[in-house]
């Protein structure tokens, strides 16, 4: 069984429904949540993806519940990125209140309608919020822990000793917390010259890219993606590394057992990812486009055959 999920876990896609991944990452941004926030919501949206594309239709061996591919979780998108913001809030400790999940949500999806009146249609998408909580938290294992690469790419440039920024820190501990990665990152490229402060950057760039692809994110380890987004940088920024490509591998991933063919397939599918993904102009198209708002669960079982997923739009990591 356990070979037959592996199997079919390596066809997850390359390319999601970049229109969600589009909303949670604008949605983190109304919110003012953290990095490591909005990372994790994409996670637990990936992952949820994963357990239906894994088990609906069937039993898993954890539970001796039959997963039901029509359960208003998996055919509202609206519904699920929500949750996974409310869940990623209570994990990562940043408290927002359910009414905000809520007014972005629906202001998000809904740009035509008329502000969120505190009236039956509320109390219901508030009441669909909270049941689709539980039904997450039970698809996720109860396993609410996530890896992001965010850390391990930055332990690394420090390990290069390329940012002088850390250097000539030694009264003052600036090592990473898992909240401010963002505030660290800005702080070194003020420190870096012109060069490292472009490989800092794009290497930023394509952690979030890497979060939202399943394929990336789901199948490797957080450090061989993070060395994967780390050379990438550091090849279209033309920088000249004073060993080759397996001795670099070697020497930043060798406490990992990290694969040099690991690491290239992660550059593959990045490059891939960027070729596959439409223009911009057409996400906003799409993600402006009308959805079903959430049903409450009495509702959810006489609907949910006429319900189906959006279509997958392009966004820009």
Known sequence: MNDVHQKKTSQLPL?????SIHYLRQAGAMLDLPVRTTATAIMYYHQFNRFMFLNKGKKPERNDRFVDESMPLYTNEELLTATCLHLACKMTDVPRKVRDLVNVGYRYYHPKEGILQIDE???????SLV??????VRALGYDLEVSLPFTY????????????WFATSSKQDRRSSPGNQKDYWRSMEQEMDPELSTIARLAWMFCWDSISSPKIILTRTTAEVALG????AL???HAELPVNMNQW??????????????????VTDLIELFARCPPNDELATSSSSSSTPPLPPSQSQTTSSTSQKPPSSPASA
């Not at 049941?131 to 997450?136: A, N, P, S, T, Y």
């Not at 790419?153 to 002088?164: F, I, K």
């Not at 987004?229 to 990438?232: A, E, K």
């Open 15 to 19: 390319v999601p429904n970049l229109a």
């Open 235 to 237: 090849e279209l920024s």
């Open 131 to 136: 049941v689709g909580e539980l039904l997450l």
């Open 121 to 127: 249609t509320y109390f219901k998408m508030r009441s």
């Open 249 to 266: 591998v070697d020497m930043w991933g060798a406490s990992e057992n990290i694969s040099v063919q690991n690491v290239c397939d992660v």
């Open 229 to 232: 987004c780390l050379y990438l």
């Open 153 to 164: 790419c930055l332990n690394v440039l420090r390990g290069m000793a390329s940012v002088s």
